[in-house]
Each structure stands twice: as structure tokens, then as C-alpha cells.
């Protein structure tokens, strides 16, 4: 069945540090990528979007990749601050005439920026 | 611009009870997701609709939820009758009309849905 694997543990670092999340899967062929963010009390919040034909993507101080051979794909904070800590989720899309808007979401990861 | 809206925020209700939850989208999007959040099982797709319609109605737990759009400013979850199992934070999403995942999806801020 689909999987998708997000770090279950915080993630903690300090202030100015680049924080790198991962989302991994199996037995998906996504074809565009999502990262989400989640703060207690609210829902998720669109980040980002890559699709399968890129290698890279980056908003600010944002940055995401997907390996669709490896079948992963990294979400990286750099100059991180106390205000991006929140609860990151990753979600995958198909292409079809059957999957019009549906994503899959990972777990997610929380994240925790110490000053 | 507003947002999703999600109504009520909480609700507390004892089993046995039917509960209907609302949802307005974003005017001008076409797809309508409902989820459910768990600490245990994430953040799960339960039922989407596309320009009113359902599409996927595969992630519904059991008969006893039922979802539906009469417009396309309106939707609700019920849940008939309802169980303890059932206490989550349910979302309600849209997006503007595309395929697979290619539209990000706006997100209300959830009904805190408890059963005792």
C-alpha cells in the first residue's frame, strides 16, 4: 500500500541554523509534491509546490527537492527563526482523470527553533 | 479575502448523537475536501468533491458519515449516529479546479469534534 514516511521525532535547532526535513515513500509515483505548515489550533498552510520534472524548487528562505528515484524529497529553512516553528507536512499528487485535487499527506514534522 | 470556513470550531456531544459539520470554500474554487486529523493516524482524506459532485468517497469510514454539497458556496460532514472512535479535528479544504495535486488547497481551521 501507499506509504509515506515523515521524521516522527522533533526536530530541534538552534536560531540561524538550517533546518532539513524529510519526507519519504513507497509504492507512489507522485507526479507534484506539496509541503504544508501547521501551527497548533490552525490548519495547514501551503508552502510549496514541485513537480516530478523538477529537481528543485525555492521560496525565500525556502527550499525543496525531489528525488523521484530515490523517491524522496527534502524541505529546507535556512536562517531558521523561532517564528518557523511549527508542524511541517508533506502531501503527494497524481495525474488522472481519477485523482483531480487528491493529495496524500505524511504524518508530518515538528519543528522547534531555539533563540 | 475570506478564508474556508469551518462551523462550529468545537463541538462536544455524547455518543449515539448526530453531528453535522459545515464547511464554506474560497468562492471560485471547484474542489471540496473533507479530512480528518489524528495524533495517531494523521491527516486523512475522508471524501472530495469536484464542481459539486463527489469523486472519491473511499476514505469514509462507514455508513454512518455522509457528506454533501447542494451549492457551490456549501457543504457539510454528518455523522449518524455518532461514536467515541469519532473525536478528531475534521478540516474542510478547497482548491481552484486541477488535476492531481497540482493546486495547493486552502484549509479551515478545523472543528474540534469530541464524543463522549
Known amino acids: 500500500s501507499q506509504k509515506i514516511e515523515q521524521n516522527s521525532e522533533a526536530l530541534n535547532i538552534q536560531e540561524g541554523k538550517t533546518a532539513t526535513l524529510t519526507c519519504n515513500y513507497t509504492n507512489y509515483s507522485p507526479a507534484y509534491l506539496q509541503w504544508y505548515r501547521q501551527d497548533p489550533g490552525r490548519g495547514p498552510v501551503f508552502l510549496l509546490l514541485?513537480?516530478?520534472?523538477?529537481k528543485e524548487k525555492r521560496k525565500e528562505r525556502l527550499k525543496v527537492t525531489f528525488d523521484t528515484t530515490l523517491k524522496q524529497s527534502l524541505f529546507h529553512i535556512t536562517a531558521s527563526q523561532p517564528a518557523d516553528s511549527a508542524t511541517y507536512l508533506c502531501a503527494l499528487g497524481a495525474v488522472g482523470s481519477s485523482n483531480t485535487g487528491k493529495l496524500i499527506f505524511g504524518q508530518g514534522t515538528t519543528l522547534q527553533v531555539k533563540p | 479575502d475570506a478564508g474556508v470556513i469551518q462551523s462550529p470550531r468545537h463541538e462536544v456531544t455524547e455518543m449515539g448523537q448526530e453531528v453535522t459539520l459545515r464547511c464554506k470554500p474560497i468562492s471560485g474554487h471547484n474542489s471540496l475536501f473533507w479530512y480528518r486529523q489524528t495524533m495517531m493516524r494523521g491527516l486523512e482524506l475522508l471524501i472530495y468533491f469536484n464542481n459539486n459532485v463527489p469523486i472519491d468517497d473511499s476514505g469514509m469510514p462507514e455508513d454512518r458519515f455522509s457528506a454533501k454539497m447542494p451549492n457551490a458556496s456549501f457543504s457539510t460532514l454528518k455523522i449518524q449516529p455518532s461514536e467515541p472512535r469519532d473525536s478528531a479535528v475534521y478540516f474542510c479544504?478547497?482548491?481552484?479546479?486541477?488535476?492531481?495535486?497540482?493546486?495547493?488547497?486552502?484549509f479551515g481551521d478545523g472543528t474540534r469534534l469530541s464524543i463522549l
Open positions: 479544504a478547497s482548491s481552484p479546479t486541477g488535476t492531481g495535486g497540482r493546486q495547493p488547497q486552502h
Open positions: 514541485i513537480r516530478e520534472n523538477e
